[in-house]
């Protein structure tokens, strides 16, 4: 099993909502990633976590809350969000290796934010 | 900073053409080298990768040499299909968990 499964695949939420993107793995693997990514751009980094621990944040707004509750496991809790938070979010997973000899994705949660 | 610049897209090619995408870096050090491929609406793909200077890697028909003397990994194919058409992506990492990427290029193949 190589694959990194997200849900939901869409999701339209308005500026109050609070909802949670979804991301698991069962590659045994121990890093698991955020990405954002805007149209016809590449994915910027959001988190990372390593042995369930957040290891990497890159300023991301504390609208964005990620939780890894054990190893197979990535969520991501939206609140308050702007519509300009509106992209693809994707989640990715790899060894711990150093350096980073391959990292997996999966196809992404579309997120419309109205 | 480390840094992937990739040529400028989008490219359009005919069906069996030959394809070169450009790649180069700038990093202090030897990173590990990637392609992504993204097909539309899709996630990213791992195309192929380099983990050190002269190692080539390949996948689908697709190569790419690390080149350490131009600092380069460019993408190559001999002969495209409709089915290539995507965006690539080319991306080092630096011994830890952050992957850098380039711009992306989008590569359309017809007929």
């Known amino acids: 099993d190589t694959e990194v499964t997200q849900t939901p695949k869409h999701l339209v939420m308005g500026m109050t909502n609070k909802k949670s993107l979804k991301c698991e793995q069962h590659m045994g693997h121990r890093a698991m990633y955020w990405y954002k990514q805007k149209a016809k751009k590449p994915p910027e980094l959001m988190f990372v976590y390593s042995y369930e621990k957040l290891s990497i944040n890159e300023s991301v707004p504390s609208r964005f809350s990620p939780e890894c509750p054990n190893s197979s496991l990535l969520n991501l809790h939206l609140h308050a969000l702007q519509p300009e938070d509106s992209a693809l979010y994707l989640c990715?997973?790899?060894?711990?290796?150093?350096?980073?000899?391959?990292?997996?994705f999966g196809q992404g949660t579309r997120l419309t934010v109205v | 900073g480390d840094s992937v610049t990739q040529m400028e897209g989008p490219v359009t090619l005919s069906e069996e053409a030959f394809l070169t995408i450009n790649c180069t870096y700038t990093a202090t050090g030897y990173p590990s080298l990637f392609w992504y491929v993204q097909y539309p609406g899709e996630g990213l793909q791992l195309l192929l990768k380099?983990?050190?200077?002269?190692d080539k890697g390949s996948n689908k028909g697709f190569e790419a040499t690390y080149r350490k003397e131009t600092t380069s990994f460019h993408l190559e194919k001999g002969s495209v299909q409709v089915s290539d058409s995507a965006v690539y992506f080319c991306a080092l990492n630096f011994g830890n968990e952050k992957l850098t990427f380039g711009t992306g290029t989008r590569l359309t193949i017809i007929p």
């Open positions: 380099a983990t050190k200077a002269d």
């Open positions: 990715a997973s790899s060894h711990t290796d150093r350096p980073l000899t391959e990292a997996f």
